[in-house]
């Protein structure tokens, strides 16, 4: 089963560029997949209807006691056959569904298989974090489908709108299984609900859970989501709104109920909001005219119908709960399909539009009769087998004196009134001939387009004589529940007993309710109002917007300065506190180790009290990077030369960004806004420098025992096989700490290019074609032709040669021909040198980042000599593809040990004697280091290409503009 998951994730990565190059064909290959897993459950059914779950585990972080394990047992079984064998159907329907040109097709099948690899993860998962996290998954990937028509609003609003409401149901159902798997002490869920101590945390954390439960499957006051998300295309309804998603927080309540389902407050809660939902989806349903918002209502409906009965918590009512869940996913995905299918063929969901069609479409009237008649729980239907079940056991329950039972059997007796009434009004209004109406002719698509919803619909029509093999089979999950003396069995037929009278009745109430529709649809005229979950949500969200408005524009004032000041008086307020208090001094006092160190930090003093005093900008960047060189000399005194080949780095990089911004500001500080309140700042200034100066001594003083950091060089050796310590603990020791700070460079970079870009995000840099390079090639490669000696001087700059393939676009003013010799000479000899830095930094100072910023420096050089034309030619590669080869290779070399049975970002160590190299030796941990080196060099060509080439084509532009105005 992992290996299944992991076959889900590596085809969803590459189903997007799969289908962009053969289009919707790639649909039933993509099938395969969750077909796959299908034959892979079906497989392991004769050992889980045994009693014989199946249990795989894998170790991934002892530390944390979490683990990778997933187990298929009868209720997993069930959801695992659902979730794979819709999934597999709804991905061939698309093939037919979606236009060959239509845009954003590949990626709506990579993220539609994603989605089904993660639903397939959640049922089987049996860690409570494992199943968090693909509980989340679905959630964003229900996000991006809801959302997949992003030119409409109202697409994007009810993606939006989903995952807001079924993030936050899932964040608190997190707060609920910690609290449960800390109280209890196991992440296993199967342990979790063997154990099921009785306690008041514990009923806190379920209660807890269920909000995430509830939320996910659209259940009231959650249930408003799910009718605005019929958004998104048909086959996202069909499977995430029909047969899968919102099944998800119906498995939850149903894998928790045998174990929780007597916790204070669990059947009366889930019974009744399940009910009022029932009722409320259904009367809504009712006055729908869009086909898919009939369903989507109806699904509400049928969802609160499978939370009442899943979480009423006895043998029987589990027995039917799993059949009816069954049931649901058979007819609702058929329906929806349906639907899709007739929109293509009529042009219109809206029934007030549709008339004839089943003349037109008798195969497929069929089909949707057959499916309707399932959901409306019409004989010899699995869905009137499962509704025969749930009202036995609920009568049975109720017979007992239970008053609950009888609510229940009450409640889901009118809602199936409803249910029928609604299936009714979906087949006249979709196949009916209708009078007033003009006849439709539809478009006659291909038999394939019929494929899935006809198997569909026919397995609700297969499986109800089946009933007795299948309840035996589905017993595995009611069997955990304690037995009441009267179990009950599935069976297409029970006799005439009361459950039977009251289903007759339901079905002959529903039948009246259809028929009486025209004074029905006044009642509901009469007694609507504008008020309704939609809008209290809307109204929620604009209030929020108010608030937080009204917050930003009193704190965020759009002044640095303000910022700056607020953060470090809070500093100076906390940190001055704690250290007033401080009780703990040094004994004794060490000024410097060296007279050198007292000579540069004497030079770093009078360089920031010189930056004080600066009244130009390029004056005080000068002065600001004096102190970084100074304070990389101090490392280097203090023994340290990586730290001090970085800090002199980066010192050079940060000055190159100052001086590039500097461009587009006055030269001179103060001279657009001058500077206010100098006393206060001064008196912050001095503030927080003394409070880091005594901070820095009372931490010196503080420590009592050796550091930890005294056994780091050993532990980099014989576990990192390496002697920079530095290095070392970058890329192995704490390389989470690197792979997340590699992705805060990535934001940095963009959040600047972002801010600087005025029209796209994308790369713009100009590159000179092939051609072009070629060319320049032989022509340097030519010997120089003699020239008269008046000539041999010239004094235009315009005549001379170009040392740069960009040098020709530069203004003859802004050559410099010394420049332009330097930076060719120099440019491929410092990119080696950065290579070497990067392969020799495991056991010599340097490393990825250090090489990756000198990499960066060398393509500054060819910028600043050539401008942006030479930075394009430098630079063949897009910056964002750099950053994301280099976080995707550090990302990998932390999961890929995981498949070795290894820990995350766990090393090893090659070594072999090679003819004429000699002994060689490499370590995997190089690979983190590679990926530093292309995140890094990607920051660094990003930034000059926002702040530098960018900047250059706005100024471009703004000249251009001045130009035309001045000869208009």
């Known amino acids: 089963m992992l290996a299944t998951l992991l076959l889900f994730a590596v085809v969803a990565l590459v189903a997007n560029p799969l289908v962009a190059r053969f289009g919707t064909r790639m649909f039933p290959v993509l099938a395969l997949v969750p077909l796959a897993a299908l034959i892979v459950t079906i ?24 683990e990778i394990t997933v187990r298929l047992d009868t209720l997993s079984w069930l959801l695992a056959l659902i979730v794979t064998g819709v999934g597999s159907l709804v991905l061939f329907y698309c093939t037919f569904y979606f236009g060959r040109d239509e845009e954003g097709v590949g990626r709506f099948a990579a993220t539609l298989l994603a989605f089904a690899g993660c639903m397939y993860g959640l049922v089987i998962a049996d860690n409570v974090y494992l199943l ?3 509980w989340e998954g679905t959630t964003v990937f229900s996000y991006l489908l809801i959302g997949h028509y992003i030119g409409r609003r109202a697409s994007r609003t009810a993606a939006l709108q989903a995952l807001i409401v079924t993030t936050a149901g899932g964040l608190v159902m997190l707060v609920g299984l910690v609290m449960l798997s800390v109280t209890v002490g196991t992440t296993s869920l199967s342990e979790l609900i063997a154990l099921a101590p009785v306690e008041p945390l514990v009923t806190t954390a379920i209660l807890l859970i269920l909000v995430g439960a509830i939320s996910k499957s659209a259940i009231f006051p959650f249930h408003f989501w799910l009718p605005s998300a019929m958004a998104a295309p048909t086959p996202v309804s069909a499977y995430l709104h029909a047969a899968a998603m919102v099944q998800a927080g119906i498995y939850l309540v149903a894998r928790l109920a045998p174990g929780f389902a007597d916790t204070p407050g669990w059947r009366e809660a889930l019974v009744t909001l399940g009910l009022l939902t029932m009722l409320l989806g259904a009367w809504r349903a009712l006055k729908q005219n869009d086909l898919k918002l009939l369903l989507a209502y109806g699904t509400v409906s049928q969802l609160g119908f499978l939370i009442t009965v899943a979480g009423y918590g006895t043998r029987n009512a ?30 219109t969901r809206d029934l007030r539009k549709l008339s004839g069609l089943g003349r037109e479409a008798p195969f497929l009237a069929t089909t949707a009769t057959v499916a309707a008649a399932s959901m409306a729980g019409i004989p010899f239907t699995l869905g009137f087998v499962a509704k025969e079940s749930v009202l036995a056991a609920l009568v049975a329950d109720a017979a007992d004196g239970q008053l609950l039972g009888w609510v229940a059997v009450v409640g889901i007796a009118l809602g199936s009134v409803f249910t029928v009434a609604y299936s009714a009004r979906f087949l006249w209004g979709a196949f009916a001939r209708k009078t007033e109406v003009e006849q439709v002719r539809p478009v006659h698509e291909s038999l394939g387009f019929m494929f899935s919803p006809a198997l569909l619909a026919a397995a609700g029509i297969i499986a109800a004589p089946l009933a007795a093999p299948i309840g035996t089979a589905l017993e595995g999950y009611s069997a955990q529940f304690a037995t009441t003396g009267t179990d009950i069995h599935l069976a297409l037929w029970h006799g005439f007993d009361i459950a039977f009278a009251i289903s007759a009745g339901t079905i002959l109430g529903g039948l009246a309710l259809y028929w009486a529709r025209v004074p029905v649809s006044a009642v509901q005229t009469r007694l609507s109002t504008n008020v309704n979950a939609n809008e209290l949500y809307l109204e929620t969200m604009r209030g929020i917007d108010r608030v937080a408005s009204r917050i930003t524009a009193t704190t965020q004032r759009g002044s640095l300065p303000f910022y700056l000041g607020v953060t470090l008086l809070v500093f100076v307020g906390t940190v001055g506190t704690t250290l007033i208090l401080n009780t703990t001094w040094p004994s004794e006092w060490r000024l410097w180790d060296s007279p050198a160190q007292l000579a540069i930090a004497v030079v770093m003093g009078i360089a920031a009290i010189a930056l004080a005093g600066a009244n130009k900008r390029f004056q005080a960047a000068l002065l600001l990077g004096a102190t970084g060189y100074g304070m990389a000399a101090q490392f280097a005194f203090h023994g340290d030369p990586d730290l001090a080949l ?47 100066a005594v901070g820095s001594i009372v931490a010196l003083g503080a420590r009592t025992a050796a550091p930890i950091s005294l056994e780091l060089p050993q532990l980099a050796y014989e576990q990192g096989h390496g002697f920079n310590t530095v290095n070392v ?12 700070e590699l992705s805060v460079l990535i934001a940095a970079a963009t959040g600047v290019a972002s801010l600087v870009f005025l029209r796209s995000r994308t790369d713009n840099l100009p590159r000179p074609p092939k051609e072009v390079r070629r060319r320049t090639l032989r022509a340097r490669l030519k010997p120089l032709p003699e020239r008269p000696h008046e000539e041999s001087r010239p004094d235009d700059a315009s005549t001379r040669s170009a040392w740069l393939l960009a040098g020709f676009k530069l203004a003859p003013e802004n050559r410099s021909i010394l420049l332009e010799v330097v930076v060719r000479l120099m440019f491929h000899a410092i990119i080696v040198v950065s290579l070497f830095i990067l392969f020799s930094g495991h056991n010599a100072p340097g490393g990825g980042f250090a090489g990756g910023l000198v990499a960066g420096l060398a393509l500054a050089a060819r910028y600043l000599a050539g401008g942006r034309y030479e930075l ?6 897009d910056a964002g593809r750099l950053l994301g080869v280099g976080l995707l290779l550090a990302a990998g070399t932390a999961v890929v040990p995981l498949f070795f049975g290894m820990a995350p970002l766990e090393s090893t160590f090659f070594e072999a004697e090679l003819p004429i190299l000699g002994h060689v030796e490499f370590i995997t941990s190089t690979i983190f ?14 930034v000059l290409r926002s702040l530098g080439a960018e900047v250059d084509r706005q100024q471009e532009d703004e000249s251009d503009e001045i130009a035309e105005g001045s000869l208009v």
Do not use: C
């Open 43 to 66: 497989v392991q059914s004769p050992a889980v209807l045994a009693g014989d779950a199946h249990l795989e585990s894998f170790t991934w972080i002892p530390q944390l006691g979490f």
């Open 132 to 134: 968090y996290a693909f």
């Open 318 to 347: 589990a027995l039917a709960a799993v059949a009816l869940l069954l049931a649901h996913a058979l007819y609702k995905a058929a329906l929806f399909l349906i639907v899709g299918i007739i929109d293509h063929r009529a042009g």
């Open 646 to 692: 970085t800090q002199v780095l980066v010192e050079s990089v940060t000055l190159i960004a100052f001086v590039l911004v500097l461009r587009r500001l006055p030269a001179r500080l103060g001279q657009v806004h001058e500077s206010r309140n100098r006393l206060l700042r001064a008196v912050i200034g001095i503030g927080v420098g003394l409070v880091m």
């Open 729 to 740: 603990i970058l890329v192995d020791i704490r390389g989470w700490d690197t792979l997340g």
């Open 872 to 877: 394009g030619a430098a630079a063949p590669l």
């Open 929 to 942: 280091d590679v990926g530093v080196y292309l995140v890094v060099v990607g920051m660094v060509l990003d």
